[in-house]
């Protein structure tokens, strides 16, 4: 099956993957997500520049979380997928990572990922889209899950359920699960890898996803994502996803989103 350039943009979304083929941002300057991020071109390959090294030619990169990078395609598009950590073994995160990013031809690697939003979109319900299935579809094997502190889940699922709107401390989710402040940070890291802090802004930067092709008022979206004012948002986006919000929802026309949450959906805007 050849993949199409012309195709359209199209994101999945779930919990703990995304799946983006679309433009790739002009000017884009270095981004730092909390997500393990595997990037392949639809077409031809892509440049990648990591930190402050200098800018290389790639067929496929996959890249830790809160790694400061950029990327650039001669078709003026990129896939991006997104793996989240939380709930993924970080030696095997980390032996897929090794693997990936070796010299060395990853061809029928390459060709199944672009080929993936055929399979993924027969998928009947984004609900059903567990991680396993979705790793599965897309590169063909699953990267082996981890068990969580049920304490450190327990958090985790507030924020599953838009808890990162609230300004809630960490003294507060320590006492809720009858932890010390200091020793619920301690955990936390510990079990996800990140701080609380870091979690909670990329979990609050990654909900804009949601909204990427919506029309409306940022202001009014910032406001709704838990951002003090639009000033924060547009800074925490552009230092997450390294484009400023404005610049998304114009590059995102016609941009459809298949979530958990939300339907198919082909508004007109970012």
Avoid at 62 to 78: A, D, F, R, T
Avoid at 110 to 115: A, E
Wanted: charged share 25%.
């Amino acid at each position: 099956m050849q993949n199409n350039i012309d195709e359209e943009k199209i994101m999945f979304v779930t919990q703990d993957r995304v799946f983006y083929l679309g433009l790739v941002g002009r000017r884009m300057r270095a981004r730092r997500m909390g997500a393990a991020s595997l990037y392949v071109a639809p077409e031809g390959g892509f440049q990648l520049k990591v930190g402050n090294q200098p800018w290389e030619d790639r067929a496929l990169a996959l890249l830790p979380p809160y790694c400061p990078h950029q990327v650039m395609s001669s078709c003026g598009k990129i896939i991006n997928i997104l793996i989240e950590p939380e709930h993924v073994s970080a030696g095997a995160l980390s032996k897929v990572m090794e693997r990936l990013n070796r010299p060395g031809e990853h061809n029928d690697l390459v060709t199944r990922i672009r080929q993936a939003p055929h399979r993924l979109r027969a998928v009947p319900d984004a609900e059903s889209l567990s991680p396993q299935r979705f790793d599965h579809l897309v590169m063909g094997y699953s990267i082996d899950g981890r068990v969580l502190d049920p304490r450190i889940e327990a958090a985790l699922d507030d924020f599953i359920t838009e808890a990162w709107r609230n300004e809630l401390s960490a003294a507060e989710y320590a006492r809720g699960i009858g932890l010390s402040a200091s020793r619920f940070l301690h955990l936390f890291k510990e079990e996800t890898g990140t701080s609380f802090r870091n979690h909670r802004m990329w979990k609050r930067a990654r909900a804009f996803l949601y909204h990427a092709n919506r029309t409306g008022s940022l202001t009014d979206l910032a406001f709704d994502l838990g951002y003090p004012d639009s000033s924060h948002f547009s800074h925490s986006i552009r230092k997450t996803f390294g484009l400023k919000p404005r610049s998304i929802r114009l590059g995102s026309r016609d941009l459809k989103i298949v979530s958990a949450s939300t339907s198919v959906s082909s508004c007109p805007a970012w």
